[in-house]
């Protein structure tokens, strides 16, 4: 069996999304669905840790292309946020957020040589595209942010589960 690259990427951005999301939501529903959410994440993690170990190593130079990725990211992620605030429209803050990552997840692909890692990353997309929508069309932040913030989570997280082999491991348990 193949030992990914960076086993730990998306369960751990599915993590921040998911934490992101449940912000949005009212004191105690949002406290037990970020419960849950930071319990999915660290099953997660064990799980793969266990499968995985640290995972493969990335290939020459694959270290600095990845830390590029994240500081332009971030940075762009920082830069338009500041941006849309200036210009009263911070709601747009969190879906355009989501499709900066989901941008950035294709240079990751490559370089992890991952196909689901891109298909996250188009999802990503569209749920940004979706929910720059949803903010212009709705008052409050649970579209913009919850919704948002909530379905990235999943999305990460079931593609932590498909590229570590946990998906096929239980397809096998269920038909063994």
Same mark, same amino acid.
């Given at each position: 069996?193949?030992?990914?690259?960076?086993?730990?990427?998306?369960?751990? *951005?599915?993590?921040?999304?998911?934490?992101?999301?449940?912000?949005? *939501?009212?004191? !105690?529903? +949002?406290?037990?669905?970020?419960?849950?959410?930071?319990?999915?994440?660290?099953?997660?993690?064990?799980?793969?840790?266990?499968?995985?170990?640290?995972?493969?190593?990335?290939?020459?130079?694959?270290?600095?292309?990845?830390?590029?990725?994240? =500081?332009?990211?971030?940075?762009?992620? &920082?830069? =338009?946020? &500041? !941006?849309? /605030?200036?210009?009263?429209? +911070?709601?747009?803050?969190?879906?355009?957020?989501? /499709?900066?990552? !989901?941008?950035?997840?294709?240079?990751?692909?490559?370089?992890?040589?991952?196909?689901?890692?891109?298909?996250?990353?188009?999802?990503?997309?569209?749920? /940004?595209?979706?929910?720059?929508?949803?903010?212009?069309?709705?008052? !409050?932040? %649970?579209?913009?942010?919850? =919704?948002?913030? *909530? =379905?990235?989570?999943?999305?990460?997280?079931?593609?932590?589960? %498909?590229?570590?082999?946990?998906?096929?491991?239980?397809?096998?348990?269920?038909?063994?």
């Amino acid at each position: 069996m193949r030992h990914p690259a960076v086993p730990y990427l998306e369960p751990l *951005l599915g993590g921040v999304w998911w934490m992101l999301g449940a912000a949005a *939501l009212d004191g !105690g529903v +949002g406290t037990v669905v970020l419960a849950a959410g930071l319990g999915v994440t660290v099953g997660l993690i064990l799980a793969l840790r266990k499968r995985h170990g640290a995972g493969s190593p990335l290939p020459r130079g694959g270290k600095r292309r990845m830390t590029q990725i994240v =500081v332009v990211t971030v940075a762009l992620i &920082i830069a =338009v946020g &500041i !941006g849309l /605030g200036y210009l009263q429209q +911070g709601e747009l803050a969190v879906p355009v957020a989501c /499709g900066l990552v !989901g941008l950035a997840l294709f240079p990751v692909s490559s370089l992890l040589d991952e196909r689901s890692v891109m298909a996250a990353g188009g999802v990503l997309l569209v749920l /940004g595209a979706a929910g720059v929508l949803l903010a212009l069309d709705s008052a !409050g932040n %649970f579209y913009p942010q919850g =919704v948002v913030g *909530l =379905v990235a989570g999943g999305v990460l997280w079931l593609v932590a589960a %498909f590229r570590g082999g946990l998906i096929t491991e239980a397809q096998g348990r269920v038909r063994g």
